[in-house]
């Protein structure tokens, strides 16, 4: 008996849309992620024995009327759509798309949006039937098998749907901790996007072709401004399990250049961190890769990664003040920052280094200050964010209760381009003045001499760097030269030349 088809989607925006980032946006570095939680859910769903079908609308550049046709030919029995802050009335409008053309189908939405406004989600349209709460990749599994055989939604942990004009809210459902259970998320791509549709991705800090995958979830701190999901809450995949599928990235996926992985915080437990090393060494595992990581990574695991593969690591610095450092709970110091810097270098190891303008306490004094300091730690690139507030974050609470939260129109959390913008308008600090400190340290920054000295260097001795750099620097480039010409224009800092996420 065939089984019921399930379609999980990463609904059409705009070109090049980042809707899995952590802060979801159109990137000014050419960055496209990879829907990769949706990716693991299809996989789980799929091992139930279902009929999945993973499609990204954002790669594929659809319409909506695309989506809704393709799901009319598919005729999915569950559609599952990925959320964002930014995008989430253009995902609703999806829904009710898809609802259109298929009224007895389940619409169910997943993400952190749907997470933490779930009624206010529901508000949005009639057309959504249910939304997964936190991790979902069981819960869209076993919302599959309560709707394939006909069974009440009740008993689905980590559900809330609709039933006779009310919205019922199941239990939580427990993180999941034994994360070897869920299929290999290279294995899902490879079978869902083929070589074609992964070379559609690019990260502009990393080697191309890539993709993304995760050794862990959860983040054992608590940044204030952390869009990422299930916060506090630290679960590994066991060391074999993570070697076995670099393995098969190694002889099943050649035309891979490097991996990232995009565990929140890869070096976490550092013991952990040094006996996958170690298996990587111990199986002859050549596959480069990248991480995030803090700057609490020591020395010793640095090397270790470095000698099992590593290239680069993704770092947030944030602050060059020590007070709003405390403030945003970075739990990092001054000093470290520096020495960490000094470390990778020794260890061989490049970085990309993140920092936050708009920050509680930031003032121009503070922002140069971290302009400066960007300059002085001279990481192979740069992300220059202002401060965005995503719903569930303490900083999205900071902002509500001091009134300095200037929208609650989610269409408008991005530029109408999908570029980053701020929401943010705190007294003597407006949201197009950090913006103006955002795009003037990263046209300080990218047109340093240091750095377009040791990117040309890159570029001429390592044929894959020179790929990356011309790929991220068409469309950083380009931005640069906007702002450079509208630089002492505050309106065209604030409208015309938003700030993005991606390396610049």
């Not at 939680?37 to 990204?56: H, N, Q, R």
């Not at 020495?339 to 004094?365: H, Q, S, Y």
Request: hydrophobic share 35%.
């Amino acid at each position: 008996m065939a089984r019921m088809k399930v379609l999980m989607l990463n609904p059409p925006f705009m070109k090049k849309y980042s809707r899995q980032s952590r802060s979801p946006c159109v990137t000014k570095s050419n960055t496209v992620y990879y829907p990769y939680y949706l990716a693991y859910a299809a996989g789980a769903v799929e091992k139930a024995g279902f009929d999945v079908k993973l499609v990204d609308g954002v790669t594929n550049e659809w319409s909506h009327e695309d989506t809704a046709k393709f799901a009319g030919q598919l005729n999915p029995g569950l559609v599952v759509i990925d959320t964002s802050t930014p995008s989430v009335v253009n995902d609703v409008q999806v829904a009710a798309r898809i609802k259109e053309a298929l009224p007895g189908t389940h619409i169910n939405l997943v993400g952190t949006f749907p997470t933490n406004m779930t009624d206010y989600t529901f508000g949005m349209s009639p057309a959504i039937d249910s939304v997964c709460i936190k991790e979902y990749d069981y819960t869209t599994r076993d919302l599959a098998l309560a709707i394939e055989a006909g069974k009440p939604l009740n008993a689905v942990e980590g559900l809330a749907f609709r039933e006779n004009g009310n919205i019922i809210k199941n239990p939580p459902r427990p993180f999941i901790q034994n994360l070897d259970e869920l299929p290999f998320v290279s294995e899902i791509y490879l079978k869902h996007f083929g070589e074609e549709g992964i070379k559609k991705y690019f990260y502009a800090s990393t080697t191309w072709p890539e993709i993304m995958m995760l050794t862990a979830r959860g983040c054992a701190w608590n940044c204030t401004f952390c869009n990422i999901p299930m916060k506090q809450s630290y679960r590994m995949r066991s060391v074999n399990s993570v070697a076995d599928e670099f393995e098969f990235i190694q002889s099943e996926m050649p035309f891979v250049n490097e991996v990232m992985i995009e565990d929140d915080t890869f070096p976490t437990a550092l013991v952990r961190t040094r006996q996958l090393c170690d298996e990587f060494i111990k199986r002859g595992i050549k596959v480069t890769w990248s991480c995030n990581a803090r700057v609490t990574t020591d020395m010793e695991t640095m090397k270790k990664m470095k000698e099992a593969g590593c290239r680069l690591m993704c770092v947030g610095f944030e602050s060059a003040t020590q007070d709003i450092l405390n403030t945003i709970e970075k739990k990092s110091t001054m000093n470290r920052q520096y020495e960490f810097m000094g470390e990778a270098r020794k260890a061989g190891l490049k970085v990309n280094g993140c920092f936050i303008f708009g920050l509680p306490g930031d003032t121009p004094e503070t922002m140069q200050k971290t302009i400066e300091m960007a300059k002085a730690l001279n990481p192979n690139s740069a992300q220059f964010y202002p401060l965005m507030v995503y719903p569930g974050t303490q900083a999205y609470q900071w902002a509500k209760e001091t009134g300095y939260l200037g929208t609650e129109d989610f269409s408008k959390w991005n530029t109408e381009e999908g570029l980053h913008k701020t929401t943010v308008e705190r007294p003597g600090l407006s949201s197009g003045e950090v913006l103006h400190w955002c795009n003037k340290a990263r046209l300080e920054f990218y047109t340093n001499r240091k750095f377009i000295s040791k990117m040309i260097k890159q570029a001429a001795t390592n044929p894959t760097e020179a790929v990356r750099i011309a790929k991220a620097s068409r469309v950083l480039f380009r931005h640069l030269f906007k702002y450079a010409v509208t630089k002492d224009a505050k309106v065209g800092a604030q409208e015309k030349i938003p700030v993005t996420a991606g390396s610049g």
